[in-house]
């Protein structure tokens, strides 16, 4: 069955840290692979996306990620977060033909300690 | 601003009643694609139209509906509410069918509250 695991549902890091979100799939087939952030009170913004090439993709805000094919992971980095980072990230995957088959992780919250 | 707009924000309404929400896409986005966020289901696809048609179905209840207008826009029709159907109900619209094809956009959600 294909599926994706966010294995952390809060996660609370200090304003200038480094951070880690971690997301692993089930994909039958070669999976296109998304990284979505939901402020409070909006939409999903895309943050980055992966379907082949090189496997560190970088993305908007300061994000990257990484595609570990052998781990089944896809999972979010910044090196220094900030308080405007506070929001719910959704790992996604579905295939690269059809945007309807997206399947969505249950999201990971992350606060910012000041 | 992703360029995606709802309406309403907000919507409280009792069970038994209908009610309609309405999305308007990017503009030239020819796909609009309807999403349930709820606390317990987390985010579950609905409904995909493209250019009119209806393209693929997901979880999407029979007491719930969908159309795509000429002019792109779109509305999900809920009927026969009931308390479970209280959730977030996000559009996105993207350029083509495939996720290849573009990113989707979302617009900010409509949050309806079913008393």
């Known amino acids: 069955a294909q599926s994706v695991t966010q294995p952390d549902i809060h996660i609370t890091v200090s304003e200038g840290a480094s951070l880690e979100l971690r997301c692993n799939y089930s994909y039958g087939a070669t999976p296109y692979l998304f990284w979505y952030v939901q402020s409070p009170g909006q939409g999903l913004q895309l943050l980055l996306k992966y379907f082949s090439g090189d496997t560190l993709v970088q993305g908007i805000k300061g994000f990257e990620a990484e595609f570990k094919r052998s781990q089944s992971s896809f999972n979010l980095r910044k090196p220094s977060v900030h308080w405007s980072d506070a929001a719910e990230y959704f790992c996604?995957?579905?295939?690269?033909?059809?945007?309807?088959?997206?399947?969505f992780g249950s999201g990971t919250r992350l606060s910012i300690r000041p | 601003d992703s360029g995606v707009t709802q309406t309403p924000k907000h919507l409280i309404t009792a069970t038994g009643q209908r009610v309609t929400l309405r999305c308007s896409p990017r503009?030239?986005?020819?796909?609009v694609y309807w999403y349930q966020q709820s606390l317990d289901q987390g985010l579950q696809f609905l409904i995909h139209?493209?250019?009119?048609?209806?393209?693929a179905k997901g979880n999407i209840l029979e007491r719930f509906s969908a159309q795509q207008f000429p002019d792109l826009h779109s509305e999900l029709n809920l009927s026969s509410l009931e308390l479970g159907d209280s959730a977030l109900y996000f559009c996105?619209?993207?350029?083509?069918?495939?996720?290849?094809?573009?990113?989707?956009?979302f617009g900010p959600g409509t949050r309806l509250t079913v008393t």
């Open positions: 503009s030239g986005d020819l796909s």
């Open positions: 996604a995957v579905g295939p690269y033909s059809s945007a309807s088959k997206i399947i």
């Open positions: 139209y493209y250019n009119g048609e209806e393209r």
């Open positions: 996105a619209s993207s350029g083509g069918i495939g996720a290849g094809s573009g990113e989707q956009y």
